[in-house]
């Protein structure tokens, strides 16, 4: 019998106080269930990681999973400000930049959810709307949180043919939940869109010639009954 390796898989954790007011690391069970579920072993990178201790983590670590979260520090990429941004946390910011920068240059696979795919840009010089109800014409509802189920399907999104999210999905075009109010304004150079809402925004990003480089703006991991969502995370541990 084969038995194959089951890569190791670094989450990005975020920082919060619980209701005794303890500083609590968080990663969501979803994201943890759907590495499991895909045959990985979910391995937490808490907020507070050493910079200097990334490369040591990162030669044990087959991939790494960069999860949603509260607003990028606007610092990161503009001088501009909003009242909706929430929750920067200058500490984790800094941790997931420097991350992913390193996880870019050694080319090892990864996979940026919600929170994610805004660091993935941002890494890449790219811009964000800080809040896109107010900064962006004609867009559709994408901020369905709080009070709204968070696999709640509401909208589509188109895949560009012969992408590798089109190729993962097996389709050209998915239904999505949404649960964000910030997204990609402009592409940070060195990205390539391949996910779009109807209102135009990028839903997807891919890193041209990485093993596996993926960017998605919905949260695949709230979907567990939807067997071509669970596919990206299948495809993602399988690069790993």
């Not at 501009?80 to 941004?85: A, D, L, S, Y």
């Not at 929430?86 to 240059?105: F, H, M, N, Q, W």
């Not at 968070?150 to 998915?174: C, Q, W, Y």
């Not at 964000?180 to 060195?190: A, E, L, N, V, Y």
Request: hydrophobic share 40%.
């Amino acid at each position: 019998m084969i038995h194959h390796h089951q890569p190791l898989i670094g989450i990005t954790g975020g920082l919060i106080r619980n209701r005794s007011g303890s500083l609590v690391c968080q990663v969501g069970q979803a994201y943890i269930t759907s590495v499991q579920k895909a045959g990985g072993i979910p391995m937490m990178i808490p907020v507070g990681t050493a910079i200097q201790s990334l490369d040591t983590l990162l030669s044990h670590l087959d991939g790494i999973l960069f999860t949603g979260g509260a607003d990028i520090d606007p610092q990161c990429f503009t001088d501009r400000t909003h009242p909706r941004v929430y929750g920067v946390s200058p500490a984790r910011d800094a941790l997931e930049l420097t991350l992913i920068g390193k996880v870019l240059e050694i080319d090892k696979p990864f996979l940026a959810i919600c929170r994610g795919i805004q660091v993935l840009n941002v890494a890449y010089g790219g811009e964000l709307y800080l809040d896109i109800a107010d900064q962006m014409p004609n867009s559709i509802k994408h901020d369905w949180f709080p009070g709204f189920p968070r696999d709640k399907l509401v909208h589509v999104v188109r895949l560009t043919p012969g992408s590798k999210m089109n190729e993962i999905f097996g389709a050209d075009e998915i239904r999505v939940n949404s649960l964000h109010h910030q997204g990609i304004s402009q592409i940070g150079k060195g990205l390539t869109a391949t996910a779009f809402s109807p209102d135009g925004l990028v839903e997807g990003l891919e890193v041209n010639r990485k093993t596996f480089a993926l960017g998605v703006q919905w949260h695949p991991e709230s979907l567990p009954e939807d067997q071509s969502q669970q596919h990206l995370f299948q495809a993602f541990i399988e690069a790993c």
